[in-house]
T-cell receptor, first 112, second 113 residues
């Protein structure tokens, strides 16, 4: 079955630095890869989607890359702020069935 | 504003009881999903629906059932609650097409004693 791995250790960085989160998967590549943000006690909120034929996607301070050879997506937050502190989830979507498969998430803490 | 709501937000029940968690969305989305979230497992899909009268089993469907009688609602029923079903439950909806964004509700925290 498909496996998704995200950094299990929390990521602690200083305000202003770039945060980089990793999402690795096994087996075959998904048609789409999505990133969500989840704050404590709340549901996930969609951030970005990248297609398998796209190498990179940007939205304001966010950047996502998708490398189907390495079977990896990287999620970058530039000029990070304490308000960026949250858990970030990657999710894979395959053409068949349209169901999302979520990783466990990586907790990001940005210190002032 | 359109939204997705879940009720109750917190629930304590006893082993063996039937429990129903409500999910209501006002976006008129075709697709609706139920997930559970546990430490060490992330979000796992329980059941999903692509439209009225359509329901499908997800990864962890044993002990759960859903029904879709209208576009707005997808209630999740635990037929006979077990302690292993203690979890946080999230409902989500999306407009249609596999690449569509999923919008999540605020979650229901369920404790089965």
């Amino acid at each position: 079955s498909q496996k998704i791995e995200q950094n299990s250790e929390a990521l602690n960085i200083q305000e202003g630095k770039t945060a980089t989160l990793t999402c690795n998967y096994t087996n075959y590549s998904p048609a789409y890869l999505q990133w969500y943000r989840q704050d404590p006690g709340r549901g996930p909120v969609f951030l970005l989607l990248i297609r398998e034929n796209e190498k990179e996607k940007r939205k304001e301070r966010l950047k996502v890359t998708f490398d189907t050879t390495l079977k990896q997506s990287l999620f970058h937050i530039t000029a990070s702020q304490p308000a960026d502190s949250a858990t970030y989830l990657c999710a894979l979507l395959y053409n068949q069935g349209g169901k999302l498969i979520f990783g466990q998430g990586t907790e990001l803490s940005v210190k002032p | 504003d359109a939204e997705i709501t879940q009720s109750p937000r917190h629930k304590i029940t006893e082993t063996g009881r039937q429990v129903t968690l409500a999910c209501h969305q006002t976006w008129n989305h075709n697709n609706m999903f139920w997930y559970r979230q546990d430490l060490g497992h992330g979000l796992r899909l329980i059941h999903y629906s692509y439209g009225v009268q359509d329901t499908n089993k997800g990864e962890v469907s044993d002990g759960y059932s859903v029904s879709r009688s209208n576009t707005e609602d997808l209630p999740l029923t635990l037929e006979s609650a077990a302690s292993s079903q203690t979890s946080v439950y999230f409902c989500a909806s999306s407009r249609g097409g596999p690449q569509e964004t999923q919008y999540f509700g605020p979650g229901t925290r369920l404790l089965v004693l």
